[in-house]
Structure formats: C-alpha cells, structure tokens
C-alpha cells in the first residue's frame, strides 16, 4: 500500500486534477469546476477513508488474527475502488499518478492492484459530441466530413486524451487522439499546488531540491499536451526505426494533425494483459525488445519516451512490438550521456565505488563532502544497476521490483541517512520513472535474459557484438541501413 498511500496523500494536499462532471443521462463530460470544486472532490477520497480506517481499526482491535487479515483486505480492496472511481475522473497529473501506482506497487494485493489497473485503459471516456467539437475547432469540420467512417466510441480513454478509430477517404485505417477539453487548465492547477505536494516530499526527502523538480515536471507535462510536439517526436523515432525487425512506431498523418488532434497509422495486437499470458519464452523476447528500445534510444537517439505506461505497447510476438505515446519523451544534451556513459562505467564496467562518487556529486546528485564512505554509497546504488553487474542470466520478479520502490521511497533502513541527502538532478527525473516503471513490467513478465551483455550491445563506450538472436537480426537490419555498427540499431 506505499505508494496507495502516497497518491491519498498527494491528492489530498495537491488539490486534484480536473472533476468532470456527468450529466444525468452519463452521455457527456459538461466541464469543469473551480479550484474549491476540485479540492472539494479529492478531500471527499480522505474523508472516506478516514472514516473507514477508523472503523476497520476499530473492528480489529476485537477480531482474531485471520480476521484482522481479512479486514486489512477489505479496507484496500474498498479505499482502491474509491481511489479509481475519483482519479478516473480527475483528468491530467493525478490521474497519472494513479496510473503509475497501478504497475509500480507489486506489494499490493492482486485485487487492488487489479482494480487500480482499470485506470491504464479504462478510464471515463468524454461523449463522442464533445471529441467532435475538438475536431470541428481544430481542423475545421466535423469528424463525419473529415473522414470516411468516423468511430465516436473510443478505444481507449487515458489522463490527457482518448482515442477513436477512424479510415480516410483513401481508404487507410487511423487511430485519432483527441485531447480533453481544459486538460491543460487542470495540469496547471495541479503544478500551482506543487508548494503543498512538495513540502511533503522535503519532510521525507530533505536533501530533494524541489524546485529542479517542478521545472522538470512544468516543462514534461507541458510539452505533453501541445500534440504537434508530440508528431515531431514520433516522426523521429518512427524514421530512425524504419523497417526495423522488432521495433515498429507508426506514421503520423500530419493533414489530421493539430495541437490537440493527434492520427496516426491504426496498429491492432495483442495487450500487455494478453502477454503476460503468453509462453517464459515470447515475455523474454517482448523483455528484450523493451530494454532494447528504452536503454539504447539513450545513446543512439540522445532520447527516449518516458512512459512507460503498458498501454503504450502493441504486441505481436516474437519479440516484435509496435510503440504508442511520444508525447513525455525527454531529450538529452552531450553533457547528460557522458553522464550516463560515466556511471555505469564506473558502477558497472569498472566496479569503481571511488569515480562513482565523484561522479554523482558532480552530477549534484550528492554533495561533496558528506559523511558516507564510498563502499557505503556504490552498496546503495548497486542495486539499481544490479541486473547488469554480472555476465550471467538475471530474472526480474516482484520482490526486485518492489525493493527498489523502497530504495527510492522509504527513509529508513540501512541507507537512510544517506537518502535523505540525496538530490534528484532534472536529467534524472523522468529517467528514474521509466526505470521504476520497465523494471515493474519486467517482474510482471518474470523476464530473464543476460542483460549486461545486452547493455553490452547497447552502450557505444563498450559496443559488443551480438549476444542473442534478436542482437543478430538488429545487426543485419542495422548494415542493411547504412549504420555503422550493430548498437545504432539498438
């Protein structure tokens, strides 16, 4: 229940995202309320649950030990329904925070988490009127007219937009995202709270320079709502990954494309859900083409997408897998990949605790000078390059992936002293989102592979031959493009 916990928390004191409010009839969101409205909302998700803590304490104080289980059991399952019932219409920065905790928190219960995970596809959809009046602004006619056939349901509904199918009048298969009207007013709303959400993250973290955060973050989510941004981000992964064996990014359509209408090339598969019912051998695979893509996309692209929300792959066996979403992808500078070239040199190639630290504290990551050996600060950050530490077969499961969770979240310990100290620089904060979030979907998928010598592969300071068959299949795709060496393909 961490990070349940921590999103109560967060909402309570960040005032919330946007209520939409349905009409009687539930056939459309009408609008938005004030900032009172807002926080108004979310209070009532604390107050319910206040109310029900008390009672579930109340009643264990009484209740045998298997009866205090199933009442611990009972009050998740209830306060998680409340939790995606609220969120789910709080559209913007909450709900993905709801999102998060729906593949990052492998410590909850099944059917928490179950419940939670309705927020990754499943969230309320706006009325099929009112995605056609956003189309009608944008480019100019209504849906119907602009296309040949028109779907008004969606096929998925998320925190900043939903997605409906459409075929144009030459006949091709779409899928158009269309933005929710004043999303952005309810993202700007939840960052004008940030003086709240991150004073009490300073009373857990007090060495966390919050202001790096919040410039981050502004910055992040305000490039994920202009959609034209996010068509130039795609139009460059999806060039770079033309005919590529196992990594497939679909075409834009730049004539049905605006700020807040987004279509590109319709893509059917199988779901993450649908994997993870799949043969140990195509999770392996499916694992592999992700590291692949989000860990080399750092060197060859000097970018990756920082989401990594499940909803954001297509699956189609064999390790091939279609990617959705470019609209949070963070672009780094030479100085940022010599950083990350530097530690995991120094962590991982060279097992040096001394560079290591010198690194991060020119990083800002730690201060100079802080009382902490340099044994005691590589055992700590070990663990978030362990999986790469050796040349051996690694597996990914849920007690990996929640420890690191508690690595980064819980204060106490064997290393708490040293992670209050901690700062997060602006490179890093999107960064230690898709490490959290792939190394979740990783344990999910139970993935074992010999991953350093595919980071092997990937980071061009070692650049490796192939180690796996997918290495090899890359490679061969990689000199049939022109590119120099094996890693360029990823």
């Known amino acids: 229940m961490r990070l349940i916990r921590a999103m109560l928390l ?3 004191i960040g005032g919330g995202a946007l209520w939409w409010r349905r009409s009687q009839n539930d056939d459309a969101i009408v609008g938005s309320m004030g900032s ?29 030990a298997e009866r205090r289980e199933t009442l611990s059991a ?11 019932a609220s969120l789910g219409n709080l559209k913007g920065a909450m709900m993905k925070l709801g999102q998060m905790a ?7 219960p099944e059917n928490a988490r179950t419940t939670l995970a309705q927020l990754q596809s499943e969230a309320p959809p706006m009325s099929g009127e009112l995605a056609a009046s956003v189309i009608v602004d944008d480019l100019g006619a209504h849906p119907d007219d ?29 899928a158009v995202k269309v933005q929710y009207p004043g999303v952005a007013e309810a993202i700007e709303s939840d960052l004008r709270t940030n003086d709240a959400l991150f004073s009490a993250l300073r009373l857990l973290f007090p060495g966390i320079d919050t202001t790096t955060i919040t410039e981050e973050l502004r910055e992040r989510l305000s490039e994920e709502l202009d959609y034209a941004l996010e068509a130039e981000n795609q139009k460059y992964f999806a060039a770079h990954f033309a005919g590529h064996p196992f990594i497939h990014v679909p075409q834009i359509l730049d004539e049905f494309s ?16 649908d994997l993870l019912t799949w043969s140990q051998q195509e999770r392996n695979l499916a694992a592999e083409t992700l590291f692949r893509f989000t860990f080399g996309s750092i060197y060859r692209l000097a970018a990756f997408n920082g989401d990594p929300h499940p909803g954001n792959y297509i699956f189609h066996g064999e390790g091939r897998i279609t990617f959705l979403d470019f609209g949070l992808v963070k672009h780094f500078d030479d100085s940022d990949t010599a950083l990350f070239e530097s530690l995991i040199t120094n962590m991982v190639v060279e097992r040096d605790f001394a560079a290591f630290r010198r690194t991060i504290e020119s990083a800002g990551l730690l201060k100079p000078d802080q009382p902490f050996s340099d044994q005691a600060i590589g055992e700590y950050f070990s663990y978030f390059y362990d999986f790469v530490l050796d040349d051996a077969e690694f597996t990914f499961d849920e007690e990996y992936s929640a420890a690191g969770v508690r690595a980064i979240f819980e204060t106490g310990g064997e290393h708490g002293e040293l992670k209050k100290v901690l700062n997060v620089p602006s490179s890093f904060v999107v960064l230690q989102r898709i490490n959290l979030g792939v190394i979740a979907l990783f344990a999910q998928l139970e993935a074992r592979q010999n991953w350093r010598r595919i980071g092997e592969e990937v980071w061009p300071f070692v650049e490796a031959g192939p180690s796996t068959p997918m290495g090899e299949a890359i490679e061969r795709w990689g000199r049939a493009s022109g590119m120099r060496s094996s890693h360029e393909g990823l």
């Open 10 to 12: 967060l909402t309570a």
């Open 36 to 64: 009172a409205g807002r926080n108004a909302a979310v209070a009532r998700i604390g107050a319910r649950t206040g109310g029900r803590w008390a009672v579930t304490q109340a009643r264990k104080t009484f209740a045998s």
């Open 74 to 84: 009972e009050f998740e399952m209830k306060t998680t329904e409340d939790v995606v």
């Open 102 to 108: 729906s593949y990052l928190d492998l410590g909850l």
């Open 146 to 174: 602009v296309f040949a056939e028109w779907d008004p349901i969606p096929i998925a509904s998320a925190s900043i937009g939903q997605v409906h199918r459409a075929i144009t009048h030459d006949g091709r298969a779409v």
């Open 258 to 273: 605006s700020t807040k209408v987004l279509t590109s090339e319709l893509v059917v598969g199988s779901t993450f859900a």
